[in-house]
């Protein structure tokens, strides 16, 4: 069965700073891998995500990630944080042969300090 | 209408007493999927349907949950006999096909609150 760990349920860092959110998968098969954001009291959406080809993806509002396949990691960077990236991520996993269906992380909420 | 469509947008309820909840997909979307989001739970996948095929109902936690999806289009989560454990935003999304090949597009959800 699919799961997805998202190591640290609170990370804050300071305006400027590298943003740095980890998340690991467990899949028996290669898998589809996503990063959607959450600001406060809206829907999620999506930030990038991983299916076949180049391992470092890039995606929206200078966030990208690295697919390591080796270390079942899908670790999300931004290399200077400003204070509108405060919102909660999720990392989430789909499976090749699976009805399709997402598996989330249970969230990072990031906090940045002016 | 523009994006995923979820109504209401805040509901309470008192113990015991059923609830639904609606889902308006993006048109077009042939996969639609409900999931809780309670605290410090993050996302709970629930149902996912996939066109015609039979929807993978295995995140359902009881059978008070059940849901369906009439036409194709909007989706009804039903859940009866509601508990405080209920409690929780409801989001729906919608994609144009499998997750793991097209973006999924999340309403605003329902927050359900059952006193």
């Known amino acids: 069965a699919q799961s997805v760990t998202q190591l640290g349920s609170h990370v804050s860092v300071s305006e400027g700073a590298l943003v740095l959110l980890r998340c690991n998968y467990s899949s028996s098969v290669p898998p589809y891998l996503f990063w959607y954001v959450q600001y406060p009291n809206q829907g999620l959406q999506l930030l990038l995500k991983?299916?076949?080809?180049?391992?470092l993806v890039k995606g929206i509002n200078g966030f990208e990630a690295e697919f390591k396949k080796s270390e079942t990691s899908f670790h999300l960077t931004k290399p200077s944080a400003h204070m509108s990236d405060a919102a909660e991520y999720f990392c989430a996993v789909s499976e090749e042969g699976s009805q399709g269906n997402l598996i989330f992380g249970k969230g990072t909420k990031l906090s940045v300090k002016p | 209408g523009a994006g995923v469509s979820q109504s209401p947008s805040n509901k309470v309820t008192e113990k015991g007493k059923d609830v639904e909840l609606r889902c308006d997909p993006i048109s077009g979307h042939t996969a639609l999927y409900w999931y809780r989001q309670s605290l410090g739970q993050g996302l709970e996948f629930l149902i996912y349907?996939?066109?015609?095929?039979?929807?993978?109902k295995s995140g359902l936690p009881s059978d008070r949950f059940s849901a369906e999806r009439t036409g194709g289009s909007v989706s009804t989560l039903t859940i009866q006999r509601t508990q405080q454990e209920d409690s929780a935003v409801y989001l729906c999304a919608s994609s144009l096909g499998r997750a793991k090949n097209t973006e999924a597009f999340f309403g605003q959800g329902t927050r359900l609150t059952v006193v």
């Open positions: 349907f996939q066109g015609n095929s039979a929807p993978d």
């Open positions: 991983y299916t076949t080809g180049a391992t």
